[in-house]
């Protein structure tokens, strides 16, 4: 019984630390980039296709953790704001593929400064043990939501 009411007491600082978190970095976006209002959706799919130089849209809003429909809004907002190009494959012409322009790829380094910059200002407030014990944290977090993920994945395709 003990044992359950510590990992309750875990689940309740956790519970209470991501609403936060999520608070924080939606303060420390900047509400404008070169002059253009973008949503967290759209600075989340900017940054998801900096990673690649052309992507399926599929692979995209899975990156996004979007559906397929809110994806093509999303892309649709971006074409729109000239950031992004969406063309068909060559070998199969119903898969669509997207990628950034110019511009687009001028605003996903100026957000990825402004990340860094707000990275850098937090470590900076962390001594080198905090900044160890947080870093190790946050990969052992992600591993384990990946590892839960992939259950979830595997449950859903029975």
Do not use: W
Not at 88 to 99: A, P, T
Not at 131 to 144: L, P
């Amino acid at each position: 019984m003990k044992k359950i009411n510590k990992i309750d007491g875990y689940i309740d600082r956790v519970e209470k630390c991501v609403p936060e978190i999520i608070r924080s970095i939606h303060i420390s976006m900047p509400k404008e980039i070169m002059g253009l209002k973008l949503t967290i959706s759209q600075v989340l799919t900017l940054v998801a296709l900096g990673y690649k130089k052309l992507c399926k849209m599929s692979d995209l809003a899975k990156a996004v953790s979007t559906k397929m429909s809110a994806m093509t809004g999303i892309i649709d907002g971006l074409i729109r704001e000239g950031l992004v190009e969406r063309e068909r494959s060559d070998d199969d012409r119903r898969i669509v593929l997207v990628r950034l322009t110019q511009k687009g790829r001028r605003i996903v380094r100026r957000l990825q400064e402004h990340r860094k910059k707000n990275i850098c200002s937090i470590i900076e407030y962390l001594d080198k043990s905090q900044r160890e014990s947080i870093i190790v944290g946050f990969e052992k977090m992600i591993a384990a939501f990946s590892v839960r993920a992939e259950e979830i994945e595997r449950s859903n395709h029975r």
